[in-house]
């Protein structure tokens, strides 16, 4: 069968799948088992890159209020799945099959049931219109040009890349109209469990003041490829113009702000911090000096500097076995050059270090290692760049690795994390009195936030229940 031939057999097979939400013909090179087995790999990867937030009520609320949703939608039989992982961003998203996620930095900026239950809903549509599947069809019809390969296969494993992308296929860039579809499927599905639609709004808005707001984080935006806050506000509100009044839809302040009650906030420095340019780590009690000006990021696995230029990257992470295998494993891979090796004791650590070159499929790269021995765990300290920069670099390598010791600082080593709390306003107040007599560990515009207000003088009325954030035990 020539490629002509067979890349009509697979739009004819595409041709016939049908949509579950809109009942239209849609492009599916990939089955309801294939979705979910890909979904499965991509959750697994989701949950050991952020972990899971350590609140077994919480995750069961949030399944709940999850399965009720989904299994009234219109594919109610997916093994769905509801979690929150500990990451502080605020963002929610969803794996293929029905595999979804909040962030805890999402649930902070909320105040109450139907705001969670709307953006529920939102996820839940991407899985229903079967958005990921639809990009990932695209991108397998896209290699047709380039070779066939097995992808009429019914297995799995002709996916293997795609599922290898791991956290890639939770960050999709669906494309705006299937993001306000997904806006419009939140809407219907929270409407149809009774709740108030009206909060909806609330989401985008904090959305909009947070983006301002917004460092760096390893999990993307939302403002990434969804419409502007400002059009889904007023997107929603026109679709709120034709609802009937009522007042028994459903809010659940009180019920959700008693289930955030205690959540971390921010980073949480028992997985390591940045105090300028040195990097702290209490739980692990080492320290490591990063350069002067270099972009630096926490991640789950490892801690990663770049340089000003975008030319050089330090990395530091746990490495299995010990020094010398740790330092035999790196020296001996495929295309490496090994210069000096050397034991040494860096502040008193035993450690060894060594210059390098590596030929990699895109360009040859040198730089230097040290590997660190501190209470049983191998510490690899990589700085690399292209290889003729080496020299220009070195010292600046050196320097950071030289740097690493144990943690002695009893502040640092007692840091806890930030916490939220619930407060009921005893009296009409402005947020700007409310943090003189119950002050927060956070910029008051960042308390505005969390709070839906507009800014420092805007007026909480008596009883309400307002957020605060303070240090864990205090």
């Not at 705006?176 to 909806?200: F, S």
């Not at 971390?264 to 320290?287: E, V």
């Not at 696995?301 to 740790?326: F, H, N, W």
């Not at 960042?446 to 309400?464: S, Y």
Request: aromatic fraction near 8%.
């Amino acid at each position: 069968m020539n490629r002509l031939a067979i890349i009509f057999l697979v739009l004819s097979l595409a041709g016939c799948a049908v949509n579950p939400v809109t009942g239209d013909r849609q492009l599916a090179l990939v089955s309801e088992a294939q979705e979910i087995q890909i979904g499965r790999e991509v959750a697994g990867s989701a949950e050991q890159q952020f972990g899971l937030v350590k609140d077994d009520e919480l995750q069961a609320y949030i399944q709940q209020l999850g399965d009720k949703m989904a299994s009234a939608s219109e594919r109610p039989d997916l093994p769905w799945t509801f979690r929150v992982v500990d990451e502080p961003t605020p963002n929610a998203f969803a794996a293929p099959g029905g595999f979804i996620y909040f962030t805890r930095g999402l649930l902070a900026m909320m105040r109450n049931e139907a705001e969670l239950v709307t953006v529920l809903g939102h996820e839940i549509g991407h899985v229903t219109a079967r958005h990921s599947v639809t990009m990932m069809s695209r991108s397998q019809l896209a290699q047709l040009g380039i070779g066939i390969g097995s992808i009429l296969s019914p297995t799995v494993a002709q996916f293997g890349d795609l599922a290898a992308s791991g956290l890639q296929l939770l960050f999709l860039k669906y494309g705006r109209d299937a993001e306000r579809q997904a806006d419009d499927l939140g809407y219907r599905y929270a409407l149809e469990q009774g709740y108030d639609v009206r909060e909806m709004v609330n989401v985008f808005a904090a959305l909009q003041k947070s983006a301002e707001l917004a460092g760096q984080s390893p999990v993307p935006s939302w403002m990434a490829s969804h419409p502007y806050p400002e059009e889904r506000i007023q997107r929603i509100n026109q679709q709120l113009a034709s609802l009937p009044p009522s007042t028994d839809r459903r809010i659940g302040e009180d019920e959700f702000l008693q289930r955030i009650d205690g959540l971390d906030y921010g980073d949480n420095p028992r997985q390591g911090f940045f105090d300028g340019n040195r990097f702290l780590h209490p739980d692990l009690a080492f320290r490591l000096d990063f350069p002067q000006g270099w972009l630096t990021q926490n991640q789950s696995r490892a801690v990663v500097a770049g340089s000003p230029e975008e030319d050089a990257i330090i990395q530091m992470t746990v490495v299995p076995g010990s020094l010398k295998e740790a330092a035999n494993a790196f020296f001996s891979q495929q295309g490496m050059k090994a210069g000096r090796i050397g034991s040494q004791k860096v502040n008193g650590l035993p450690a060894i270090s060594g210059n390098f070159e590596m030929q990699t499929e895109q360009a040859k790269l040198g730089g230097a290692v040290t590997f660190v021995e501190l209470e049983g765990r191998t510490y690899r300290i990589l700085g690399y760049t292209p290889a003729q920069q080496r020299a220009k670099y070195d010292k600046t390598f050196r320097a950071s690795m030289n740097s690493f010791a144990r943690l002695t600082n009893a502040k640092a080593l007692n840091k806890q994390p930030l916490q939220l709390s619930i407060v009921r306003v005893p009296r009409k107040m402005t947020l700007e009195a409310f943090n003189k007599s119950y002050p927060s560990a956070i910029p008051i515009e960042e308390l505005a936030l969390i709070n839906q207000l507009q800014g420092p003088g805007d007026t909480m009325p008596a009883n309400f229940r307002a957020k605060r954030v303070t240090e864990a035990g205090t």
